[in-house]
DNA sequence: CTGATTGGATAGTTTCACTATCCAATCGAG
DNA sequence: CTCGATTGGATAGTGAAACTATCCAATCAG
């Protein structure tokens, strides 16, 4: 474990916790207090890793995703499925406001083949009360109908960049990986993007 | 200050939170043990609102956007520029990376004007760094180009939409409400652009 | 005058992600 | 085989963040 720790970077006790926790399945035991560990475990860290500190992801929800991955017998669909959901943020409690209802209506009359229990949905629900709290109640889905174009086509370049040939989990990782490293690049990218044309705009000439 | 906890839906322990923390100035005293708060003091209370369940601001940040945007003295440019540090995350602690003096020269090069300390560089920087460990060190900041392109276009129609009309507060509330709840909306609507095209592409046929 | 209420200060709670301590078993040197 | 050091695993403790609850003295209503 200590030589586990020293090839991922990450220090034993976290390690423990991570066992414990059941992100990362217990090496092969060569007696009562030794394992052996191979490439395979350096991965997982790394994944673990990758999901913490960039993307946020808690603990319980690192879990979700990788028991979905070791469940041989899941479809890849089904895993895809589960992985967004995992990825997401928590529903919020209580019914569904009809707000969700609506912005899901509206994607759909888009042209959107979307499932219902999408989490996403919730998240959009909530941003469209939001606005509706700060702007007044006649604010409807269609405000984010240039953000919906938008990531239309990211998504869609996306999804023509997966390569399925590597093998199931290869498959899954890349699109863990992509869902939250390029979620934070794209976050990042239009708060840098506004600052550009903020600065085109109210300009007062120096960048730096 | 319970008619207040009434009219914005806030516990009355919260607003004294607050109050303690500095997003909310206190009413007007009419006595020891009373105060009179108004209609902004409403208005503050759903934004701070806003920021911590839409956005999950830290209420230590929602006090630094607070503070710029009660000194009235700050030009309007430099209090943009603190709500948008301000809402962006912690930059990592140590010295900054080389990767981030490469994302940074990748976005000039595109002809971006941005500011060498902007936080969002870390965030990409650490995005692209995660990459490399995942999938090797010949990956370049040219991964985020397709991104940049859509945050880019992004970016200038929501500046466009911004009314400069309606005086100085009401303008940092725009750009702050569409800071953090389209960023929201965004990462949401991308989600589900990816189940629709992931449905199109493995399709099973139901949608939920 | 008196009993309930209020604003403000202080202390406690909960959750999360670690981090440190213990402990019994075992590995290696002699 | 013996004995001290080390290891994996279980248990307990820590620190930050955002509330939440309790106290307390002052005051408002009747």
């Given at each position: 474990m200590k030589e586990l720790s020293e090839r991922s970077g990450v220090p034993v006790p976290s390690i423990k916790y991570y066992l414990r926790e059941g992100l990362l399945?217990?090496?092969?035991?060569?007696?009562?207090?030794?394992?052996?560990?191979?490439?395979?475990?350096?991965?997982?860290?790394?994944?673990?890793?990758?999901l913490r500190e960039i993307g946020d992801v808690p603990v319980a929800r690192i879990a979700a995703v990788v028991r979905a991955?070791?469940?041989?017998?899941?479809?890849?669909?089904?895993?895809?499925?589960?992985?967004?959901?995992?990825?997401?943020?928590?529903?919020?409690?209580?019914?569904?406001?009809?707000?969700?209802?609506?912005?899901?209506?509206?994607?759909?009359?888009?042209?959107?083949?979307?499932?219902?229990?999408?989490?996403?949905?919730?998240?959009?629900?909530?941003?469209?009360?939001?606005?509706?709290?700060?702007?007044g109640p006649d604010?409807?889905?269609?405000?984010?109908?240039?953000?919906?174009?938008?990531a239309f086509d990211i998504a869609s370049t996306e999804?023509?960049?997966?390569?399925?040939?590597?093998?199931?989990?290869?498959t899954v990782q890349q699109i863990i990986v992509g869902t939250v490293v390029f979620e934070q690049a794209l976050v990042a990218l239009r708060r840098l993007a506004q600052e550009h044309h903020s600065h085109r705009r109210f300009a007062s000439g120096d960048a730096g």
């Open positions: 399945d217990p090496g092969e035991a060569t007696g009562a207090t030794q394992a052996r560990y191979d490439g395979r475990h350096v991965e997982r860290l790394r994944l673990i890793r990758v991955v070791e469940d041989e017998s899941l479809p890849l669909q089904d895993l895809l499925a589960t992985a967004h959901h995992a990825l997401g943020p928590e529903p919020p409690e209580g019914q569904p406001s009809t707000t969700r209802g609506e912005v899901l209506g509206h994607l759909r009359a888009a042209g959107w083949d979307i499932s219902t229990k999408a989490p996403a949905l919730d998240v959009l629900a909530a941003a469209l009360d939001a606005l509706r709290t700060m702007w604010v409807g889905p269609e405000v984010f109908d240039r953000y919906a174009a938008a999804l023509d960049s997966v390569d399925a040939t590597g093998g199931r989990s290869a």
